[in-house]
């Protein structure tokens, strides 16, 4: 069993940034494709960013160059830096993490999930 735990939310002005943890209860942490997702108020979990355990970030077409996604295996955290933060970037930001899956962006193809971390850009 994995579990992550996000942090490092809050609420910021449009043209901040923010890094964003997870962190995992596992050392194997390395072997695992994590994703990162979003989910706004009355909208449905997006994905936006994701790293496989060979280290190839992988983004949506509307958050490139603005986010970033970054892993410290020493430390069994993945990183999500989020830049140029606009109002529609407000939502709750989850991790999750899969040890079967490659380029996966599918919520289903997650098998373990963070409890989520808040983000509210103000304009």
């Known amino acids: 069993q994995v579990q992550l735990v996000e942090s490092g939310g809050g609420l910021v002005q449009a043209g901040d940034s923010l890094r964003l943890s997870c962190a995992a209860s596992?050392?194997?942490?390395?072997?695992?494709?994590v994703g990162w997702f979003r989910q706004a108020p009355g909208k449905e979990r997006e994905f936006v960013a994701g790293i496989t355990w060979s280290d190839v970030p992988y983004y949506v077409d509307s958050v490139k160059g603005r986010f970033t996604v970054s892993r410290d295996n020493a430390k069994n955290t993945v990183y999500l830096n989020v830049n140029s933060l606009k109002p529609e970037d407000t939502a709750d930001y989850y991790c999750?993490?899969?040890?079967?899956?490659?380029?996966?962006?599918?919520?289903?193809?997650?098998?373990?999930w963070g409890q989520g971390t808040q983000v509210t850009v103000s304009s």
């Open positions: 999750a993490a899969t040890s079967i899956k490659y380029f996966e962006s599918s919520p289903n193809g997650f098998d373990y």
């Open positions: 596992v050392r194997t942490f390395s072997s695992y494709t």
